[in-house]
């Protein structure tokens, strides 16, 4: 199953420690958006600052993007996108990127369904090298389908299944296959730190057992099916 978001004020969310410490991160989820706009988030590790955390969502109307801030930087949103990852409306699209903790900033990837990319190649996108880099140690706050910091905020319209997070960077053709649908747990097992699955028990995390609160009855409703 997955989780199905009103684009409103429903979230699953966490004030708790998350699961990872640091950098480096890699998020990935299935995710079905119904409309879109700026600074959306499907998941976001934060903290309790202002704009102080990392996760994916949406840039403008059209593309997905990882996306971080520093509140000690003044408080500015920055993010990454690779090209021609066109936002699909009311489609199931596998969004994946991941954050350094050194000058690259961060990559995202964005592939479809069938596992091709929406981009020309496989080659990645660099951040800007003069942005800041987010070097927060402890992650106190944890958001599924909005950003969840010392406010919620940009709730994400549509549904979302299979987040996972991992305390590595995946490869390309890893990347790959989680879009072809291999579940999470056969991607990097012992680095894998997060992991909400498709089922019924919402807000459920498999990786590390940790709670969240679901805020608004978020509900749940069918997906692609998963290998494994």
């Known amino acids: 199953m997955a989780l199905s978001f009103n684009g409103i ?53 059209s593309r997905w993007a990882l996306m971080w801030g520093r509140s000690d930087t003044g408080g500015g949103l920055f993010r990454v996108t690779a090209a021609n ?8 699209q596998y969004v994946c990127g991941y954050m350094l903790n050194d000058s690259t900033s961060a990559i995202p990837q964005w592939v479809d369904q069938s596992g091709i990319y929406a981009s020309t190649s496989d080659a990645l996108t660099v951040y800007d090298e003069n942005a800041p880099i987010l070097t927060t140690t402890t992650w106190t706050r944890m958001g599924i389908g909005a950003r969840q910091q ?23 053709s890893e990347m790959r296959s989680l879009a072809k649908g291999v579940k999470p747990t056969y991607i990097r097992p012992n680095n894998l730190k997060f992991y909400m699955p498709g089922i019924r028990e919402i807000g459920q995390d498999l990786a590390q057992g940790l709670t969240f609160t679901n805020n608004n009855s978020v509900s749940v409703i069918e997906h692609p099916r998963r290998y494994g």
């Open 85 to 92: 990852n066109t936002i699909v409306l009311n489609q199931w």
């Open 9 to 61: 004020n429903q979230s699953l969310t966490r004030t708790a420690s998350a699961s990872i410490t640091g950098q480096p991160i890699t998020f990935g989820s299935w995710v079905y958006p119904t409309t879109t706009s700026t600074s959306l988030f499907f998941v976001n590790f934060g903290t309790t600052g202002t704009r102080s955390g990392t996760g994916l969502g949406t840039w403008t109307n």
């Open 150 to 172: 010392n406010v919620v905020d940009g709730f994400f319209p549509g549904r979302v299944a299979e987040t996972a997070a991992w305390n590595t960077i995946l490869t390309v």
